[in-house]
């Protein structure tokens, strides 16, 4: 089966929580804090591999998860960082937010990796927190939180020439006649139902050996989701040029032509902007050789190249390899994917103490990186990590934006995903 499209979830390792401790150790006495840090959390990646050429490996399972850290121990130990989880993908996977469709990652190199959820910040330990006026604190860090998210996976096949035409065009049968592939072939429509790959040799003297897709047949109104194609027109939009295949025994080839570049068009402009060879099939047929003439001369008015040809009966390959080797590339360049070296988007994120806050059922809720951050962190359980967490509040003018929207002591405050009743800071804390 060729799955070209998935949505996976992936859940990155929490932090490590820091250790509260202290030396108790023989001869030392008053020992001071020693709790180690945690440890980071691992995170998810995805990485190419050339041994790949579908998204199979996500067929049945759909969730992921990196392993957490360690939390630190004492005498300053620190907890082990979780082991980061890499998940290869094939060549030519774009990577997409599934909540809002932006493109997160374009992976088309062997190797290429990319981050799509990152591993939690291990735990301060308390020897971080120890001051002049405060010798012995009890507060740490929790661990912060693993990134959890939901990403899309579509493959876009990486060749260097890609066939497009209607149903029953003859795209199997030429693919099957210029390379070694076997596709499917059978005289009726939609026998092609997912991708085919092949290898062309353009010859001895030539050295070139150029790829070539094959996708389920197009019809029209494919583009906006009508009949199999729809969902292949990405496999067409990395290859160097297109091979638009007419069946010359139709009632209309003109109007065949027409209907796949208005679809092509629909789909992504750019499709057209590529070299496109036109390749005029089944001259073998009555029908095709009574409507060539009137075919090519439409064709030389619109200025657009063709050849005529017969898969079956192989008339007219030789041209079509010349003609096709004139459209590509030399060895050098054609050695190299046809799209660039890939794209990942880096996000930066907010930075500062910006919040903002919203009434929403019946519930406060606070949104803000660093204070989200903060209450994941603290450990409600200590009366310490409270008291700061609350100074922070105050700091921050949270304490303050809350007494403005007129929330009372015992309300329900959220931040992030804690709920907290909320119980005013003294000011003079």
Same mark, same amino acid.
């Given at each position: 089966?060729?799955?070209?499209?998935?949505?996976?979830?992936?859940?990155?390792?929490?932090?490590?929580?820091?250790?509260?401790?202290?030396?108790?150790?023989?001869?030392?006495?008053?020992? !001071?804090?020693?709790?180690? +840090?945690?440890?980071? &959390?691992?995170?998810?990646?995805?990485? /190419?591999?050339? =041994? *790949? $050429? #579908?998204?199979?490996?996500?067929?049945?399972?759909?969730?992921?998860?990196?392993?957490?850290?360690?939390?630190?121990?004492?005498?300053?130990?620190?907890?082990?960082?979780?082991?980061?989880?890499?998940?290869?993908?094939?060549? !030519?996977?774009?990577?997409? +937010?599934?909540?809002? &469709?932006?493109?997160?990652?374009?992976? /088309?190199?062997? =190797? *290429? $990796? #990319?981050?799509?959820?990152?591993?939690?910040?291990?735990?301060?330990?308390?020897?971080?927190?120890?001051?002049?006026?405060?010798?012995?604190?009890?507060?740490?860090?929790?661990?912060?939180?693993?990134?959890?998210?939901?990403?899309?996976?579509?493959?876009?096949?990486?060749?260097?020439?890609?066939?497009?035409?209607?149903?029953?065009?003859?795209?199997? $049968?030429?693919?099957?006649?210029?390379?070694?592939?076997?596709?499917?072939?059978?005289?009726?429509?939609?026998?092609?139902?997912?991708?085919?790959?092949?290898?062309?040799?353009?010859?001895?003297?030539?050295?070139?050996?150029?790829?070539?897709?094959?996708?389920?047949?197009?019809?029209?109104?494919?583009?906006?989701?009508?009949?199999?194609?729809?969902?292949?027109?990405?496999?067409?939009?990395?290859?160097?040029?297109?091979?638009?295949?007419?069946?010359?025994?139709?009632?209309?080839?003109?109007?065949?032509?027409?209907?796949?570049?208005?679809?092509?068009?629909?789909?992504?402009?750019?499709?057209?902007?590529?070299?496109?060879?036109?390749?005029?099939?089944?001259?073998?047929?009555?029908?095709?050789?009574?409507?060539?003439?009137?075919?090519?001369?439409?064709?030389?008015?619109?200025?657009?190249?063709?050849?005529?040809?017969?898969?079956?009966?192989?008339?007219?390959?030789?041209?079509?390899?010349?003609?096709?080797?004139?459209?590509?590339?030399?060895?050098?360049?054609?050695?190299?994917?046809?799209?660039?070296?890939?794209?990942?988007?880096?996000?930066?994120?907010?930075?500062?103490?910006?919040?903002?806050?919203?009434?929403?059922?019946?519930?406060?809720?606070?949104?803000?990186?660093?204070?989200?951050?903060?209450?994941?962190?603290?450990?409600?359980?200590?009366?310490?990590?409270?008291?700061?967490?609350?100074?922070?509040?105050?700091?921050?003018?949270?304490?303050?934006?809350?007494?403005?929207?007129?929330?009372?002591?015992?309300?329900?405050?959220?931040?992030?995903?804690?709920?907290?009743?909320?119980?005013?800071?003294?000011?003079?804390?």
């Amino acid at each position: 089966m060729f799955l070209d499209e998935v949505r996976i979830s992936v859940r990155a390792g929490a932090g490590g929580d820091g250790a509260s401790t202290f030396r108790r150790e023989a001869h030392v006495p008053r020992g !001071g804090p020693d709790g180690g +840090d945690g440890g980071r &959390g691992g995170s998810v990646y995805l990485r /190419v591999d050339a =041994g *790949q $050429t #579908t998204l199979r490996d996500f067929r049945f399972k759909h969730q992921f998860a990196a392993s957490s850290g360690s939390r630190g121990e004492g005498s300053r130990r620190h907890g082990k960082a979780g082991k980061d989880l890499y998940l290869t993908v094939p060549p !030519g996977t774009a990577v997409l +937010d599934e909540a809002t &469709g932006a493109l997160l990652a374009d992976l /088309v190199a062997v =190797g *290429q $990796t #990319t981050m799509v959820a990152r591993g939690g910040r291990g735990g301060l330990g308390n020897t971080h927190f120890t001051t002049s006026t405060h010798q012995a604190p009890k507060h740490s860090l929790k661990g912060e939180p693993g990134q959890e998210t939901e990403v899309r996976l579509e493959l876009r096949l990486i060749a260097d020439v890609g066939l497009v035409g209607l149903p029953n065009a003859g795209k199997s $049968t030429l693919l099957a006649a210029l390379t070694a592939a076997t596709p499917k072939i059978a005289a009726y429509p939609f026998t092609t139902l997912e991708p085919n790959l092949g290898v062309m040799d353009l010859g001895i003297t030539d050295g070139r050996k150029p790829t070539i897709a094959d996708v389920p047949g197009l019809i029209e109104g494919a583009s906006t989701g009508a009949g199999l194609g729809h969902a292949f027109l990405r496999h067409v939009e990395r290859t160097r040029i297109l091979l638009h295949i007419v069946d010359g025994a139709s009632r209309d080839p003109v109007w065949d032509h027409n209907v796949i570049r208005d679809e092509l068009e629909a789909h992504d402009p750019a499709l057209l902007a590529k070299p496109q060879l036109v390749v005029f099939n089944k001259m073998d047929l009555a029908e095709a050789r009574e409507s060539w003439p009137v075919f090519a001369a439409a064709m030389l008015a619109l200025g657009r190249q063709v050849v005529a040809i017969s898969a079956d009966e192989g008339e007219g390959l030789e041209a079509l390899r010349e003609a096709v080797g004139a459209l590509l590339p030399d060895a050098a360049t054609l050695s190299a994917p046809p799209d660039p070296a890939g794209v990942v988007v880096h996000k930066l994120e907010a930075a500062g103490d910006s919040y903002s806050l919203e009434y929403i059922d019946g519930l406060h809720v606070i949104h803000g990186k660093r204070i989200e951050r903060l209450v994941s962190q603290t450990n409600f359980d200590n009366e310490e990590s409270g008291e700061r967490f609350q100074r922070e509040l105050l700091r921050m003018g949270i304490d303050a934006a809350l007494r403005r929207a007129g929330v009372r002591p015992g309300d329900d405050v959220r931040i992030g995903t804690t709920v907290l009743a909320w119980e005013p800071a003294e000011v003079g804390e």
